[in-house]
């Protein structure tokens, strides 16, 4: 699977720590920055005021907040030759109001030649994740740090971080176009069902995928396919409804513009939970797995997939040992805790993820409430070793469910159905 590159879409990075002056409500507040030489590199010798530039916050346990507004780069020394000053300067708006001491700020300069800025929360791991995307180390000593995208910092775009470089207004083209076109091509301009495009997914990738020795590697890929599907026939299916208009006779309907602008937004959230249902569902098929889908427990509470199934969970003689319960959540949130009600006989919860950005905070008390993360080995990496020792690996959860489904096959007298994908 080919993907976009970060030098593709991103020319260079300058990084700094927040100070007091330098947010609103502290200090004299200055709204500019002094530059580094190695600044120019990014932005320029050419003075650049009040262009426009997007400007994004972003912090681990909300929506990303994006703002549409103005930056200026330019040499406060310009009439003053031959020494050189160079600026930059925010104007204010709702992200720069969420500035604090410490947040991480970067100026990104796009391939575009645009400008985007990135405020991320000072101890989240989204500052994390972004300083090890950009190739950012600190040094301690306050001021502008930056870096060229180039062979030094040019690594591929897994599909998590390049919803997050999308947040910053530009879009390389998909390097796989021609591929995803044709496979979405059947469809026209409408939504196939959920499981007929995650089935594609699948099926597209066989060749390059193998689920029973990398299952880790195959349920990342799997989700990646159907996301860039996704996303390809969004675009056509948006485009194809803009074309037809939003005007009857000479009435604008707004209304009819608005609802389909919120059906977009709410196809893209509900899809990707049930996509990653359904991928999870076909690896414990590959691999013989007995389980149920959204089994009725207590309560009338629906786990997303119970092992080994609803009849032994409500068979009271069944060890409770070898009950497994699994939640599948794309990203966590809060959301996390909706699973601890889910199954009453299982004290430790599983609950699969590929969020990338849980702050320590978060995982101290997942852990404390006995919930165990399981997240593809791929997408571990951007955690500290003290975190990851704490979180399964797929190839390990299967290992578990496996070995407690051998031995309730040795003992259970409930029979046992492979795969019940209900």
């Known amino acids: 699977m080919r993907r976009n590159r970060l030098s593709e879409f991103v020319a260079g990075v300058a990084f700094k720590r927040l100070r007091a002056v330098e947010v609103k409500g502290r200090g004299s507040n200055q709204h500019e920055f002094n530059a580094t030489r190695k600044m120019k590199e990014l932005f320029g010798d050419a003075d650049r005021r009040e262009e426009s530039c997007r400007y994004v916050y972003l912090n681990d346990d909300e929506e990303p907040l994006i703002e549409e507004g103005i930056i200026s780069w330019y040499d406060s020394r310009r009439n003053k030759r031959p020494r050189e000053e160079w600026r930059l300067y925010y104007f204010d708006n709702a992200v720069t109001d969420r500035m604090a001491v410490e947040d991480g700020f970067f100026a990104v300069a796009m391939r575009s030649g645009k400008i985007a800025v990135v405020v991320a929360k000072a101890g989240s791991s989204v500052l994390e994740h972004l300083m090890a995307l950009f190739g950012i180390e600190e040094n301690g000593r306050g001021g502008f740090l930056s870096q060229l995208i180039g062979e030094k910092q040019d690594a591929e775009i897994p599909f998590t971080e390049a919803e997050l470089l999308q947040y910053l207004g530009d879009t390389p083209e998909d390097p796989e176009r021609d591929i995803l076109d044709s496979l979405i091509e059947p469809f026209g301009a409408t939504f196939p069902e959920a499981r007929i495009l995650s089935d594609l997914a699948r099926r597209s990738l066989a060749a390059e995928t193998s689920p029973l020795e990398e299952p880790d590697r195959t349920l990342v890929d799997w989700i990646e396919r159907e996301n860039r599907l996704f996303n390809m026939l969004e675009r056509r299916v948006v485009e194809h409804r803009l074309r037809q208009g939003f005007c009857e006779s000479d009435r604008v309907d707004i209304d009819g513009f608005l609802s389909f602008s919120l059906s977009v937004q709410n196809r893209r959230k509900s899809r990707a939970g049930r ?87 978060q995982l101290g008390e997942i852990s404390m409430r006995q919930v165990r ?50």
């Not at 070898?322 to 996390?336: E, H, I, P, Q, V």
């Not at 031995?407 to 259970?412: E, L, N, P, V």
Request: charged share 25%.
């Open 275 to 361: 996509a990653l249902e359904s991928h999870i569902a076909a690896l414990l098929e590959t691999h013989c797995i007995a389980f149920e889908r959204n089994a009725v427990t207590e309560n009338n509470n629906k786990p997303d997939f119970l092992f080994p199934g609803a009849a032994a969970y409500h068979d009271h003689a069944f060890p409770e040992e070898l009950l497994t319960m699994l939640g599948a959540k794309f990203s966590l949130k809060d959301r996390w805790r909706q699973v601890l009600a889910e199954a009453d006989r299982i004290p430790v919860k599983h609950l699969l993820t590929l969020d990338q950005d849980i702050s320590p905070a």
């Open 373 to 422: 993360l399981v997240i593809p080995s791929p997408l571990q990496i951007r955690y500290k070793e003290a975190h990851r020792s704490s979180m399964l690996k797929v190839s390990a959860f299967l290992q578990l469910v496996r070995e407690r489904q051998e031995r309730a096959d040795r003992g259970a007298k409930i029979p046992i159905k492979i795969g019940l994908a209900t």
